[in-house]
């Protein structure tokens, strides 16, 4: 499968997504958490879609996003979530939003994303009913 998960990790200015490779939820096979910190913007967005794309090439359809430390998130960073979960939802897969800081919720509740996009409160919530 994947042999090095850190080439999937980025940072740029304080925005940083990290591949995490926890081991106390039990998340199905081919799937791939990260965690989120900073604004999701304009600037990040495309580098966000394009790691989330060659993941998909390489077979993973299941992602866990953790939102807990993410700021801010414009209309560029929610068009990639939908353009994934589009995507992936045609293959069975999924995009799961976990933890989303009260900015994020407010947005996602704003534009009726929230409806969507799958969001949990929790890793163990998103990692249930698969």
């Not at 081919?30 to 879609?49: D, P, R, V, W």
Request: hydrophobic share 40%; with cysteine.
């Amino acid at each position: 499968m994947i042999e090095n998960w850190d080439e999937y990790s980025i940072e740029s200015g304080d925005f940083k997504m990290e591949v995490i490779q926890q081991k106390h939820v039990p998340l199905p096979p081919g799937s791939i958490l990260f965690e989120l910190s900073g604004e999701i913007n304009l600037y990040n967005s495309q580098a966000i879609k394009e790691n989330l794309e060659n993941l998909i090439s390489k077979g993973i359809l299941y992602f866990f996003l953790n939102f807990e430390q993410v700021s801010y998130i414009d209309s560029s960073g929610l068009g990639v979530c939908l353009g994934i979960h589009s995507r992936i939802s045609k293959n069975k897969g999924f995009i799961r939003l976990v933890s989303p800081s009260e900015k994020v919720r407010y947005v996602l509740e704003l534009t009726k994303l929230k409806s969507l996009l799958q969001i949990f409160p929790t890793l163990e919530s998103a990692s249930q009913n698969i």
